[in-house]
């Protein structure tokens, strides 16, 4: 299996200039480092371009060749935190015996939870913003990863890519509302375990597993 970028064809990503030269990729990486950092200490309604740039130690004219403005900017750390995070699902689907839909499911919930605990920002940010409150400069919080579809269709889709034959059975666009419906679910169950333990609630987090399972052995056929 393998992640391929290409599964989604509709808008290109948030970034206003994509880099290609390795000083302007180091400041890049570097900004949304910066970005992610400052998320955990302030929020995502607190941040500001200016706060992000000070802390990337680039100049804020920098940051706007790169970004035009503060959810350009989230929507590129949402974008680098999907990409690791399918990059992280694809790598323990590698190394794991053959799995099946239920297989799936745990590494998926689990790899998200691993990053919940360890990764600058993502808390604030994941896939998307994760709290309530829309921050001021941001018009579209629901299409951050893509101008054509909501967030979580966006990583329904990738999910479905980086499944494969897990997935072919069927409908591809039913298969593709039911993963839709299924991360809505994960989402809101994983929400509140975190809500009041910084490590995640265990019993909720198996419960999300449960929850999820069930769902989608009733709604994808079996292969």
Do not use: W
Not at 66 to 85: P, V
């Amino acid at each position: 299996m393998s992640v391929d970028a290409r599964s989604l064809q509709h808008s290109p990503g948030p970034a206003r200039r994509r880099p290609v030269q390795q000083r302007s990729q180091e400041r890049y990486g570097r900004i949304l480092d910066a970005c992610a950092g400052l998320l955990d200490e302030v929020g995502a309604t607190a941040l500001t371009t200016k706060e992000v740039a000070q802390r990337a130690q680039v100049p804020i004219g920098t940051l706007y060749q790169f970004f035009a403005g503060k959810e350009d900017l989230l929507a590129a750390l949402a974008t680098r935190n999907l990409d690791h995070y399918l990059q992280r699902l694809d790598d323990r689907l590698a190394g794991s015996a053959p799995v099946g839909p239920a297989g799936f499911t745990d590494l998926a919930v689990e790899e998200f939870v691993a990053m919940k605990r360890a990764v600058p920002g993502f808390g604030q940010v994941d896939f998307g913003l994760a709290g309530t409150a829309v921050p001021s400069g941001v018009r579209d919080e629901k299409h951050l990863l893509d101008s054509g579809v909501d967030n979580n269709t966006a990583v329904a889709l990738r999910l479905q890519a980086l499944g494969g034959d897990l997935f072919e059975a069927g409908d591809p666009a039913a298969t593709t509302l039911a993963l839709r419906v299924a991360l809505e679910a994960a989402d809101a169950v994983l929400k509140l375990a975190f809500r009041g333990d910084p490590q995640g609630d265990p019993a909720l987090i198996a419960e999300c597993k449960r929850l999820v399972r069930g769902y989608l052995a009733q709604q994808l056929p079996a292969r």
